[in-house]
């Protein structure tokens, strides 16, 4: 027998259980060092005193919501500098954030906001923040960021054992959590901004970065 109400009383409880469910922003991600994240042992060493300084990170997001803000299609690019590897511990850094022209304001507070919330320890101090066309794919065997003319990265999946020396094991793991990961050999990477007393450019092929895809849990 149905009891009076009954309906109304499931209809209630599944609206309370998926409220309490998180959501899902996901996405993709790219990140290169100035340091290998896969070496022997004297490249390791001989970079943790003076390499790895500089890093450059790139996400997409794809699908989900922040703070009542669609994220789809947001692309973010950051360029951090830290005062000492930043492969080691939470050393003082300082950061730069891109992001995307094609965002709306809403879109690109969102982002930022969502970027210092989950990320903020990773991106020490942020100096300053800049809307500029970025360009960002990932594919099977390679990923790309192009920001402006400021900033351009190139990765390809690692090829091992080819791309590194004898007796290399992996050292370091992505900066930001990923749910699939790829090891990559950075091709090219260069910043050409302002923000910073120092550029560079780089296209020595180095096991020194990851992509792949993200998730982030949000209410």
Same mark, same amino acid.
């Given at each position: ?94 950061? &730069? #954030?891109?992001?995307? $022209?094609?965002?709306?304001?809403? *879109? %690109?507070? =969102?982002?930022?906001?969502? !970027? @210092? ?8 101090? &942020? #100096?300053?923040?800049? $809307?500029?066309?970025?360009?960002? *794919? %990932?594919? =099977?065997?390679?990923?790309? !960021? @192009? ?73």
């Amino acid at each position: 027998m149905r009891l009076p109400g009954m309906s109304i009383i499931v209809v209630l409880l599944a609206t309370v259980l998926c409220a309490q469910q998180p959501s899902q922003i996901v996405g993709d991600y790219i990140e290169a060092r100035s340091n290998h994240v896969y070496g022997c042992y004297c490249e390791w060493s001989g970079e943790g005193v003076t390499g790895g300084r500089e890093a450059t990170l790139g996400w997409h997001f794809t699908a989900g919501e922040y703070g009542g803000t669609r994220m789809a299609g947001v692309k973010v690019a950051a360029v951090i500098v830290g005062e000492h590897t930043l492969s080691k511990g939470v050393a003082p850094r300082k950061s &730069i #954030l891109f992001f995307d $022209t094609a965002a709306s304001k809403a *879109q %690109r507070q =969102a982002a930022e906001n969502l !970027l @210092r919330e989950r990320h903020g320890e990773l991106l020490g101090e &942020i #100096l300053n923040v800049h $809307t500029v066309p970025i360009q960002f *794919q %990932r594919e =099977a065997d390679r990923a790309t !960021l @192009r920001v402006g003319e400021l900033l351009t990265l190139t990765l390809r999946k690692a090829q091992l054992p080819d791309d590194a020396l004898q007796g290399a094991i992996l050292w370091y793991d992505p900066f930001v959590p990923l749910t699939e990961s790829t090891l990559a050999t950075t091709l090219n990477t260069k910043y050409q901004g302002r923000d910073f007393n120092q550029q560079w450019e780089v296209s020595e092929p180095t096991i020194s970065g990851y992509y792949g895809r993200f998730q982030l849990a949000t209410r």
